[in-house]
Each structure stands twice: as structure tokens, then as C-alpha cells.
């Protein structure tokens, strides 16, 4: 078997685990010593028999994300651009601040539970520091805390 055969079932192995963005690719490839041109070849046959796609990888990344593991808008796009997605894709993520309220305010719903009986100012600074963490402005913050609040979930 050539280099390219026993690459390119590496590259697939490593596409069977998660979607991956073309630069992860690429990145794992490079760490097993592969050529550039070796490397080319398997990228452009990956993308070839779409299982490459960094336009679906970026939609279904953002939707996991938003879905299972909520954080802010930003940090997302953050993520992606570390994944290698060109900013373009990125900007193009129909996005908007309504996803980052509506994530802040299940994070503190999820949260709020574990944080009974303590004075409303800590309640405030340990979901503040939280939401903080990932990646939320202070006025998502606060707005989402309140409207948990408010309802007195």
C-alpha cells in the first residue's frame, strides 16, 4: 500500500470519530510526517467525495454548540476560526444576539438550581463569572440572569 492509500485511510479514520474542518485535516496529517503534495491529493479526494466540507461542518458545529454546549456567539466564531474556517464562512453564520440570550439563559436555569439560599449578590457574581467564562457580554449576562430571576425559576 502507497502513502497515499495508508493516508488517506488515516484521514478517514480520524473523519469517523466527529466532522472535521479541512485544516484538522490537514493538521493530522502533518503531525504523521505526510508531504504537502501527498497531503493535497488526499484533502482534494476527501472534499471530492464531500466527506471535507467546511461550509457543513461550520452549520453543524454551530448548531451542536448552541444545542449541547452553550456559549457565546463569540466564542463560537472564535472556535471556528481556530478550526480554520475562513472568516467569510463565519461571517456568514446567520447568528445573532437572540441565540446569545437565549444559551446564557439556559446555562443559568441549568446553574441557578445548585445556587438556593445564597444572598442574590453572590447569585449574581458566581452566574456572572460563569457566563463570563463562556463568553458572554455583560449585558447578555445580566439580562439573562434577571429574566431567570424574574421567573423565579
Do not use: C, H
Amino acid at each position: 500500500m502507497g502513502d497515499f492509500e495508508k493516508f488517506y485511510n488515516k484521514a478517514l479514520e480520524f473523519l469517523s470519530y466527529r466532522p472535521r474542518s479541512e485544516k484538522e485535516v490537514r493538521d493530522k496529517l502533518k503531525t504523521k510526517k505526510v508531504e504537502l503534495e501527498v497531503i493535497d491529493r488526499i484533502i482534494s479526494k476527501l472534499k471530492e467525495k464531500k466527506f471535507i466540507n467546511d461550509e457543513e461542518f461550520t452549520k453543524g458545529w454551530t448548531e451542536s454548540r448552541l444545542r449541547f454546549k452553550p456559549r457565546s456567539v463569540r466564542l463560537i466564531k472564535l472556535e471556528l476560526k481556530q478550526k480554520g474556517i475562513d472568516p467569510e464562512t463565519i461571517n456568514n453564520l446567520q447568528l445573532t444576539i437572540d441565540n446569545d440570550l437565549e444559551s446564557a439563559r439556559k446555562l443559568v436555569e441549568k446553574k441557578i438550581g445548585r445556587l438556593e439560599g445564597l444572598p442574590k449578590q453572590e447569585i449574581y457574581q458566581k452566574l456572572g463569572r460563569y457566563l463570563a467564562s463562556k463568553g458572554f457580554d455583560w449585558d447578555t449576562i445580566k439580562k439573562s440572569i434577571d429574566a431567570v430571576l424574574d421567573k423565579g425559576v
